[in-house]
């Protein structure tokens, strides 16, 4: 009789033990999910998006899922690298956030069992374009999608009076040299030169005579 009742008596325990670790549980994947849902709100760039490409000095959100201890913030250094727990440095620089996910998740293998990765661009500084001029808003622009010459002059605000919109200087560094464009704005917005409205690229520098 003893027996059964100590028997039932640590089944019970084990029951108890089990609905308290699956609340805990639950609960952490909703505070994990409220995490990551607040990360994409604050964020610049789309969780894990395929377009937007990573350069120094961007700020990014790396989530391992139930690694709290491990999940990081982290700048993109002049280098182009991280540094993350466990793993140290890795080339950040030149990948898509959802590239940078897929050498994350390789790389915490080693560590943990099928690791779930999450990367979001916080900040993305790295993509900046100079514009400067006869322009109403000149100044440093941050490119959070693909924007065209033309898209960017209406961002900052449109010419002044006196700009010659036809003669539009970009100027582009290309394999370590300046490469210099003229672009005239008047065809863009006709139709007659839909090539020149060009898409623009981290570093660009306009120049509005």
Partial sequence: MKRDIFKI?????LIMFMSI????????VEKEKEILLKKQAQAEIPAETQNYIIGPEDVLYIHIWREENLSKTVMVRIDGKISLPLIDEIQASGL?????????REK?????????????????NSSKVYISGKIKNPGVYRLRSETTIAQIISIAGGFTEWADQSKIIL???EDGKEKRMTV???KIIRGDDLESNIVLKPGDTIIVP
């Fill in 96 to 104: 898509t956030p959802l590239q940078l996910k897929d050498i994350v």
């Fill in 21 to 28: 670790t699956h609340v805990y549980s639950q609960a952490d």
């Fill in 184 to 186: 005239n704005y008047k």
């Fill in 108 to 124: 915490y293998k080693d560590f943990i069992d099928d690791p779930m990765i999450t990367v979001i661009v916080m900040e993305a």
């Fill in 9 to 13: 008596g640590v089944i019970m325990v």
């Fill in 171 to 173: 100027l582009r560094k």
